[in-house]
């Protein structure tokens, strides 16, 4: 049976395989379609966003904004990401005229399947990335966001050729499809679960791939934390999107001696942003579906509320929670919440608190808040994580001078910014030869100084 697919797949390839995309000028163009088509659509795409799960005002722009600075960064930066790039070699070869010089070549037809909690934005930054190293791009959208990837459908046909940049919509069996082809990279963004399963498929070709996932986020707050600025940022950074963002502070680890002035703030915090009755609040979004409303609200322990615990499941909606004190053994604590139930522990020795940690699947993000560099530099030394923030939260992920991605269950790879153009390009590193000077490295070795012979390249 052919593969549905196969024909948009041969046109990339073929595209590809005539080298049209590995110019200056191909590149920049698809960034002026894409800005095209995000700056000529802005309502129409914030109204989908809306739609599917009532994401609020600035969250949509955000969708919009943000690729919007990739482009600008890579339209700035694109001529010295795309030069050669010298490098260091012996001195033996270099005083022999050899150069040492690194190349950027794009891989070439690549897949990047973007989530549902951010439907746009993680799903053309890494497509952004992808064409300014040169290659033709495959979209796939969530299909738990119907109306944001039909409008995309829409509009991406519009605004490129198919040979260049293509969109598929569907849900597992067009995943399942697409997954068959002997793509040059793929780009995945999503769970752990179906992260393991992109893997696989990408084994049966030896294919590359980067894997944006998720994990249960750490956030540490010490006794010398400024209250107001962690209370804030934690209520910000996990309750935006309704929770549903990878790198949403997953718990706290509040030390003892400040708990339960923090807690005070953290309830202060959350009604300030969305009110006494947050399903009234414009600015707080939905569950993506029932099931994981109901999933969500399943974590909620009402012995343990200290703020929130309602929810409404037909509505997609579960209320900003805090479960306080919780325990490691806590429903909440055993998997990525993913929703805006927020568990806090209390400490009293950080050691222990962060072998507890390090026992856990390595997270994409995690969070201190302190003014103890003793602290702060115990915590970065001794965890594993993708990347944070020290007295923030979740800001590190939109700065394109910090490589943004997991380790271990929370994915593998890092783009962003240069990060992003060197990981959707393979590196040729080449050494220049001097065409008049001869290594004599060659047999027969019999009375040579073999040594004086190879000390060039030491």
């Known amino acids: 049976m052919t593969n549905p697919f196969q024909s948009v797949f041969d046109a990339q390839r073929e595209h590809f395989l005539s080298d049209a995309t590995k110019s200056f000028e191909w590149r920049i163009d698809q960034f002026d379609r894409m800005e095209r088509m995000l700056t000529g659509n802005k309502d129409a795409l914030c109204a989908a966003l809306h739609e599917d799960f009532g994401k609020p005002p600035f969250e949509q722009l955000f969708e919009i904004t943000v690729p919007m600075g990739v482009i600008r960064y890579y339209r700035e930066n694109l001529k010295a990401l795309m030069a050669p790039e010298p490098v260091k070699i012996p001195d033996g070869l270099e005083a022999t005229g050899n150069r040492g010089v690194l190349y950027k070549e794009p891989y070439g037809v690549t897949l990047v399947i973007g989530p549902f909690n951010a439907p746009t934005l993680p799903l053309l930054d890494p497509a952004i990335a992808a064409l300014a190293a040169g290659n033709t791009v495959i979209l796939k959208p969530a299909n738990t966001t119907p109306r944001t990837a039909g409008l995309l459908a829409d509009l991406v046909p519009r605004y490129f050729t198919p040979e260049n940049v293509s969109i598929v919509t569907g849900g597992r069996e067009q995943i399942s499809a697409l997954l068959e082809l002997p793509f040059d990279f793929i780009f995945f963004t999503g769970s752990s679960a179906v992260g393991k399963v992109v893997m696989r498929a990408a084994a049966e070709h030896l294919t590359p791939v980067l894997l944006e996932l998720g994990g249960q986020n750490p956030t540490i707050v ?31 680890c509040v030390h003892e001696g400040v708990a339960d002035s923090f807690i005070a703030k953290l309830k202060a915090a959350i009604s300030k942003m969305y009110g006494e009755d947050p399903s009234r609040s414009p600015d707080f979004a939905r569950m993506i579906s029932t099931h994981d409303a109901e999933q969500v609200a399943s974590y909620i322990l009402p012995e343990k509320v200290v703020h929130g615990g309602r929810f409404d499941v037909e509505a997609r909606y579960v209320e900003p929670t805090i479960l306080y004190p919780s325990e490691w053994s806590d429903p909440a604590l055993q998997q990525e919440v993913f929703g805006p139930v927020l568990p806090v522990l209390v400490y009293s020795d950080l050691k222990a608190t962060i072998d507890m940690i390090k026992r856990k699947p390595k997270p994409l993000a995690a969070y201190i808040f302190s003014k103890d560099r003793g602290t702060i530099d115990q915590v970065l030394a001794s965890l594993s994580f993708g990347g944070g923030c020290i007295n923030q939260t979740n800001l590190h992920c939109w700065i394109d001078g910090l490589p943004f991605g997991g380790v271990g269950n929370s994915g593998m790879g890092k783009y962003y910014g240069k990060a992003g153009f060197d990981a959707l390009s393979n590196t040729k590193a080449m050494l220049i030869g001097n065409p008049d000077v001869e290594l004599d490295v060659f047999p027969p070795y019999k009375g040579k100084d073999i040594a004086k012979n190879l000390s060039v390249f030491s």
């Open 222 to 252: 010490d006794v010398t934390a400024n209250l107001d600025t962690a209370a804030g940022c934690i209520a910000w950074g996990h309750n935006a999107i309704s929770g549903q963002w990878c790198i949403a502070p997953g718990y706290v």
